[in-house]
T-cell receptor
Framework: ETGVTQSPTHLIKTRGQQVTLRCSSQ?????VSWYQQALGQGPQFIFQ???????GRGNFPPRFSGLQFPNYSSELNVNALELDDSALYLC?????????????FGPGTRLTVL | GNSVTQMEGPVTLSEEAFLTINCTYTATGYPSLFWYVQYPGEGLQLLLK?????DKGSNKGFEATYRKETTSFHLEKGSVQVSDSAVYFC?????????????FGGGTRLMVKP
């Protein structure tokens, strides 16, 4: 176990709706990243939060947004859901610092958009 | 930008067979390199890493050597077990002040038969 938890485990939404996914980082980790993993593919980096601010972003539109809280928990929000948003969403936490530092992943939230 | 190319799967082996999963990368400089494993229904776990050229990462019988001359980080195991059945991802980071933003390969599914 990595100490990173995510909720909910599964979620079903319809096109056009909004969704919020939650992540609780490993204790003491001040950096959190979110990834989208479509079925049968590798995870794609969405964005990273550090000190409660977005600190890096992948090739995702603005309807993907996030928050990081002082207790290092975080949220991923997706507005105007599209069918292609169906995926496993993974969060990963790490202690900010060196190039070899490890990211610890949560079990993911499976989002299905109908 | 960074990119990672993995051999496509699935790879099907008998127990105790030798495993190689190829991974090559494109990056600026000499990033750290990672192998992650995803067991069915679970998130990603770090399997091994190497932080500089010629480093060998190893864990649970798996090994990978960072080859800068061939920009490769192939994963090997001398004798696979049924319990090694999973999807394996090669990854490299883009590093900022807060940590790593990972670029993953597409994943290679390994199936080991008794």
């Amino acid at each position: 176990e990595t100490g990173v938890t995510q909720s909910p485990t599964h979620l079903i939404k319809t096109r056009g709706q909004q969704v919020t996914l939650r992540c609780s980082s490993q204790s003491g980790h001040n950096t959190v990243s979110w990834y989208q993993q479509a079925l049968g593919q590798g995870p794609q980096f969405i964005f990273q939060y550090y000190r409660e601010e977005e600190n890096g972003r992948g090739n995702f539109p603005p309807r993907f947004s996030g928050l990081q809280f002082p207790n290092y928990s975080s949220e991923l929000n997706v507005n105007a859901l599209e069918l292609d948003d169906s995926a496993l969403y993974l969060c990963a936490s790490q202690l900010s610092g060196g190039r070899g530092d490890t990211q610890y992943f949560g079990p993911g939230t499976r989002l299905t958009v109908l | 930008g960074n990119s990672v190319t993995q051999m496509e799967g699935p790879v099907t082996l008998s127990e105790e067979a030798f495993l190689t999963i190829n991974c090559t990368y494109t990056a600026t400089g000499y990033p750290s390199l990672f192998w992650y494993v995803q067991y069915p229904g679970e998130g990603l776990q770090l399997l091994l890493k190497a932080t500089k050229a010629d480093d060998k990462g190893s864990n649970k019988g798996f090994e990978a050597t960072y080859r800068k001359e061939t920009t490769s980080f192939h994963l090997e195991k001398g004798s696979v077990q049924v319990s090694d059945s999973a999807v394996y991802f090669c990854a490299l980071p883009r590093v900022n002040n807060a940590g790593n933003m990972l670029t993953f390969g597409g994943g290679t599914r390994l199936m080991v038969k008794p």
